[in-house]
């Protein structure tokens, strides 16, 4: 909602001081300047309106919504850079974040959207792929960026998507090249047979990162495994039975994996390797991940977001934004627990 801060406090004190100074003319003077002073009056008046429709200053402010699925650290980290970016761009005082968490529950996302549509807000940060598919059956008019997003074809249903949905959502995705984190499997474990993919059967994206890579490591001669859970409540489970029929464990972006790592890393610990799509969940389970920065890419939507507000840009014809580099990072902790010798140009994943 877009407010006008109107200010006409410099036009009302020149008119005020322009009526002082004719109050102060003597008669005979008058008589003399009547046309003159007639005309500078009122080019004086004429003059002060200006400066008063120019002092209007149209100080704009903004409501964003932002809809996060769930709370960890790549998640949190692009909600930071979004908003850093927006404050940086705009001033602390031009913007109102209505911040609201999902606890991953995709029914919550809904409830969120449809608020912030109530609210009429100027724009919605969508943090993951469910908040995305809210937000895009919540409203076509509302600016919405997606972030966190791993593949919007597959998130929105578009069919041969090439980069631009072209209504009123754009925003950046997460995916890194998934035959790069395929290779680095290859690369870590040349002797390993059995590779089990984990990952949460209610994420579209996870899906589609599971049984892409999959494709990859079976031409690479590996034998692969889908196990999936359809929450919190069977990951337990599903990823014990991955890790006792598996050489390694591949997990791909995946918001319920990300919120579970403390109990995924109870069951792999110092038995059996995880290789991760991105850097919180290797933190929190892993060996080893091709990641990118998610403050980065929050910085990214938050760009964005700027040149929407201003007018800069339309979100109609913003094609999708991606990270623009990717990192090799370790779990020196993981590493050492199970032996492995991990390569020199792998980065060490600090904290």
Do not use: W
């Amino acid at each position: 909602m877009k407010k006008r801060v109107l200010s006409l406090l410099t036009a009302g004190c020149l008119l005020l001081s322009l009526a002082a100074c004719s109050g102060n003319t003597d008669s005979g003077s008058s008589q003399a300047s009547d046309t003159g002073t007639d005309s500078t009056a009122a080019d004086q008046s004429e003059a002060a309106a200006d400066d008063a429709q120019e002092a209007e200053t149209t100080g704009e402010t903004y409501t964003i919504g932002i809809c996060q699925l769930v709370q960890h650290d790549a998640l949190d980290a692009a909600t930071q850079g979004f908003k850093d970016a927006i404050v940086e761009a705009l001033g602390e005082d031009a913007v109102t974040f209505d911040e609201k968490n999902a606890q991953n529950d995709s029914n919550t996302c809904a409830t969120i959207i449809t608020n912030f549509v109530a609210a009429d807000v100027d724009l919605i940060l969508a943090n993951a792929t469910p908040a995305l598919q809210a937000a895009q059956a919540g409203t076509d008019t509302i600016p919405v960026l997606g972030t966190s997003v791993t593949e919007y074809g597959v998130a929105l249903g578009i069919e041969d998507f090439d980069g631009l949905v072209g209504t009123n959502v754009s925003g950046t995705s997460d995916l890194a090249p998934l035959d790069e984190q395929a290779a680095m499997i290859q690369e870590l474990f040349p002797d390993a047979e059995k590779v089990g993919l984990l990952y949460c059967s209610a994420e579209a994206n996870s899906q589609y990162q599971v049984d892409t890579v999959k494709a990859y490591l079976e031409e690479m001669g590996y034998t692969c495994e889908l196990y999936a859970f359809s929450d919190s409540n069977d990951i337990a489970t599903v990823c014990q039975n991955a890790a006792d029929a598996s050489d390694v464990l591949y997990i791909p972006t995946d918001n319920t994996a990300a919120n579970n790592t403390e109990l995924i890393n109870n069951i792999c610990y110092g038995k059996i390797p995880v290789v991760a799509g991105e850097e919180g969940i290797c933190s929190g389970c892993g060996v080893a991940t091709l990641s990118i920065s998610y403050y980065d890419l929050g910085v990214a939507t938050g760009n964005m977001a700027v040149k929407i507000l201003t007018g800069e840009s339309k979100v109609e014809e913003m094609p999708i934004e991606y990270a623009p580099q990717f990192t090799k990072k370790y779990n020196a902790a993981n590493a050492e627990a199970l032996n492995i010798t991990i390569p020199e140009d792998y980065v060490a994943i600090e904290g």
